[in-house]
């Protein structure tokens, strides 16, 4: 009997025993009766976080910290006890009165503390959804009366809704401190802050001296980290008012992030690939050499394609010349020719730049810019001035003292304007000119009045004749039946005789190529500009459908690496489109050529392969119409005069709507070699189909080869499959284009390789999206595994459909396939 009462009674303790383990587990709060030690957790609501006790890596200390549950790899975000571990599994964390979170060790001693000077009558210690820690009253869910909040304290890791920066009510700063190492918490020689001296901006320091700005905020981002704007996933934010400063950024899906700074200097951009079950870094800080911390001294602007990387900006030189041509530039630059602001200074606008560091400055809102520089001019210490908010263009920024840490940013830098002496200002060389000008502007004015009535004659003609052809402009000879079309258009008319004249009708010599369309011709147009001219011919393939559709569809879209429509002409039976002209033609002629891809070094090639991919990203994710290729390939990528890519030939493309990400088609469109397998074979076209069609292009690129066509002494598979069984060998780097030597960074090819494969998964849902083709193309860290191609060994695909399909000629080895009907 009493061993059964015994039995019973263990019962009842084991139970109470496993059901106090259940609630430590389940539940988000502690209150001043409860408290954890050993194994034991609170999780938040949600189930993300996760408090308990930890070791890091090859450590055996013990830390309180917090982090995420769902993650395998225990990712911890934040530490109590940083710089005072527990060398035993014996401490205990409780929340007690009036309102403090306490870490005691095995002999009772509080070894850390929450340092909250208010109390609360029932104080609780809740870990939010957020992974912010918080001390509150039991009945208070107001952020802004908690008495103590984790978010306040942070230790190397920046989380959504984190405010980092300064407080002026309550004098507190909040930033960032690296570990020391990955086994020790403790915080190291690295800080990050939203620095709040002059205009914000972020920075990280090594110990008090500064290594890395972000550059000012300027209403999108930061001056100097362009990649890092408002996207689908993220919005970032400064926030500036009377009472504080700070950065935060917010989540805007259900992306996993965060920002860490790790022990050696450098700040990451974390998100967690749930398919891949592993963290990506997509943007690391610094990002080059140009990141580091004023390089090229005062006035100095540094550029990381140039060679030596620093020079001083126009009408500057070397303050000490000998020691900067030993690549000693950090004591910058002066200028040509001193300020003397009593006599009148002026100011010279220098454009593309990470704008200098704005700890001297200030700053102020809803000033035009011309207001800005009057304001400037007024006061002889202030040393430039620039727009303080390129969203809405508007507000000043103002600089004094030297100008330092400029770093030039191709494409995405800002307009700066710097005080000068009037001898150097832009204003100087406009004085000379305005004498030529206003010679000028009185012939000018003679001549216009004279054009204008020549003009006026002529439109008259013009509409005379077009009321003839009964046609009154673009719309209506298109011969749409389609109304909805109709008001798509907004198209420039060139008319047939300028046509004519430009391309010396239409003369063999000035033939650029042939595609899908019919012959494309270069032009000049009588004002100088050269055009390349697409003539839609009578046995086009590709007729009149298709000739709208590229209408359409480019006339809508701008991007820096899509080509530009200038406009058509529709005359009697010509349907002509005019396009920019590209001077290098297109990448085929380039990678596929002998002696021409010898021209093309690693540098061309990535920087080629990283516009087409901003090209397609903006096709499927930016553009106001959202839109899936269908037909990438070599011979449809055209390169201007600095090689930078332009994606050509809409006359496939199709539009899809918001919550659309493809659809199915009997009518097949596409280019052998190039398509993915699904779309190919069962018509399913989506974005994913695009990705495809890029890493064949990306692996063509490395390459110097196409993947039609390609054989191997060795093996059967085509390039695809040579690529993936080189990858899988770990021998990638063979796939390398011989001619490029050993000229290229090869862990820039590995990585670019890698992430082709990964485009050219045989699965569509494997493949990743282009915004993720581009972080992945730009920033190291981890990559999933590829798994097989699509399409690996086939050199002829869908070879049993090729009856059905008629295809169109070309003068080129690829060819668009116009009616091939899939199963
Ligand atoms: P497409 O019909 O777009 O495939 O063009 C056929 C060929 O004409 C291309 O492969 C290029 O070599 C050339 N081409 C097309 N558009 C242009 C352009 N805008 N500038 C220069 N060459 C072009």
Redesign the pocket.
């Known amino acids: 009997m009493k061993k059964s009462i015994n039995g019973i009674l263990l019962l009842f303790l084991v139970s109470v025993l496993c059901l106090t383990e259940k609630i430590a587990g389940l539940t988000d709060t502690l209150t001043t009766t409860q408290s954890i030690k050993g194994d034991e957790t609170i999780i938040s609501a949600g189930g993300s976080f996760v408090l308990g006790f930890f070791s890091p890596s090859s450590s055996t200390n013990r830390y309180v910290g917090i982090w995420y549950n769902k993650i395998p790899n225990q990712t911890v975000v934040w530490v109590a006890n940083r710089e005072v571990p527990l060398i035993s599994k014996s401490g205990v964390l409780e929340v007690i009165k009036p309102g403090l979170l306490v870490l005691r060790n095995d002999t009772n001693n509080t070894i850390w503390k929450s340092n909250s000077s208010t109390s609360a009558p029932n104080p609780v210690v809740q870990l939010l959804e957020t992974g912010n820690l918080v001390v509150k009253d039991a009945n208070q869910d107001d952020p802004g009366m908690f008495l103590w909040q984790s978010f306040d304290y942070p230790t190397d890791t920046s989380l959504p809704g984190m405010k980092l920066g300064h407080n002026f009510v309550t004098g507190l700063e909040v930033y960032l401190s690296s570990w020391k190492s990955p086994e020790d918490p403790s915080p190291g020689e690295y800080t990050h802050h939203c620095d709040s001296t002059g205009y914000p901006q972020n920075i990280v320091k090594k110990g008090s001296i500064l290594r890395f700005r972000t550059g000012p905020w300027n209403g999108l981002g930061f001056s100097g980290v362009p990649s890092l704007q408002k996207n689908s996933i993220f919005s970032y934010e400064v926030v500036i008012n009377s009472k504080e400063v700070y950065y935060s950024f917010k989540l805007l899906s259900s992306t996993i992030t965060r920002y860490t700074l790790s022990p050696s200097g450098v700040g990451q951009r974390w998100t967690w690939d749930n398919q891949a079950r592993s963290w990506i870094i997509y943007l690391s800080t610094p990002d080059d050499t140009c990141d580091s911390y004023g390089l090229c001294g005062a006035y100095g602007s540094c550029d990381t394609r140039i060679s030596p990387i620093c020079e001083c900006l126009d009408k500057f030189s070397p303050k000490f010349p000998d020691k900067w041509n030993k690549g000693n530039w950090s004591n910058g630059c002066i200028r040509n020719v001193a300020l003397d602001c009593q006599s009148g200074d002026g100011f010279k606008k220098y454009s593309g730049f990470k704008l200098p560091d704005t700890h001297n400055s200030s700053y102020n809102t809803n000033t035009s810019l011309k207001e800005c520089r009057r304001i400037c001019l007024k006061n002889c210490s202030c040393t430039a001035y620039s727009t303080l908010d390129i969203s809405s263009g508007s507000g000043c920024l103002f600089w004094f003292g030297d100008l330092i840490d400029m770093k030039v940013i191709s494409g995405a830098g800002q307009d700066i304007h710097v005080r000068m002496a009037s001898s150097d200002s832009d204003s100087n060389g406009k004085k000379g000119k305005k004498l030529v000008i206003s010679l000028a502007l009185s012939l000018a004015m003679v001549l216009l009045s004279l054009g204008l009535v020549l003009l006026l004659q002529r439109r008259n003609k013009k509409r005379a004749k077009q009321k003839k052809e009964g046609m009154e402009g673009f719309n209506l000879s298109m011969a749409y039946t389609d109304e909805r079309h109709k008001k798509d258009l907004e198209l420039p008319l060139f008319e047939l005789s300028r046509i004519i004249k430009a391309t010396d009708n239409f003369s063999f010599n000035n033939k ?6 019919g012959p ?1 011709y270069k032009g000049l147009l009588e004002e100088g500009q050269e055009v ?1 001219v ?1 003539r839609l011919s009578e046995h086009s393939t590709q007729g009149l459908e298709e000739f709208k559709n590229e209408a359409i569809c480019i006339a809508k879209l701008q991007h820096r690496n899509l ?1 530009k429509l200038l406009g058509c002409c529709i005359e009697g039976k010509e349907k002509i489109l005019i ?4 001077p290098n ?2 990448l085929d ?1 380039f990678i596929f050529d002998q002696t021409k891809r010898k021209s093309l070094d690693w540098l061309t090639r990535f920087h080629i392969i990283q516009g087409i991919a901003r090209g397609l990203l903006y096709l499927h994710q930016d553009s106001r119409l959202r839109i899936i290729h269908r037909d990438l390939k070599a ?2 990528i ?1 390169l201007d005069a600095d090689m930078n890519p332009k994606i ?2 809409f006359g496939t493309a199709r539009s899809f709507g918001g919550n659309e990400t493809g659809a199915n088609t009997s009518r097949v469109v596409g280019t052998h070699g190039y398509m993915s397998p699904e779309y190919a074979v069962d018509g399913l076209f989506s974005v994913k189909s695009d990705v495809f069609s890029f890493g064949v292009l990306l692996i063509e690129i490395v390459s110097g080869k196409r993947n039609r066509g390609f054989l191997h002494h060795g093996h059967q598979f085509n390039l695809l499959g040579h690529a993936w069984k080189l990858y899988k060998e770990e021998r990638a780097l063979e796939l390398v284009d011989l001619h490029l030597g050993n000229s290229y960074n090869s862990s820039e090819v590995l990585r670019s390789i890698h992430v082709g494969l990964l485009c050219v998964q045989q699965c569509p849902e494997d493949r990743p999206d282009m915004s993720s083709v581009i972080f992945m193309l730009g920033n190291e860290g981890h990559l999933p595994e590829a798994t097989q191609p699509g399409f690996f060994m086939e050199r002829n695909i869908v070879k049993a459909d090729n009856s059905s399909s008629t295809q169109a000629s070309s003068s ?1 080895g690829e060819i668009t396939m116009t009616q091939l009907e899939a199963r």
Do not use: H, T, W
Not at 579 to 582: H, K, N, P, S, V
């Open positions: 650029l190529g042939e595609g899908g369309f494309v390349a697409k080509v396009y920019e002209y590209m033609k297109s002629f011979s449809n055209l050509s030939d080129k």
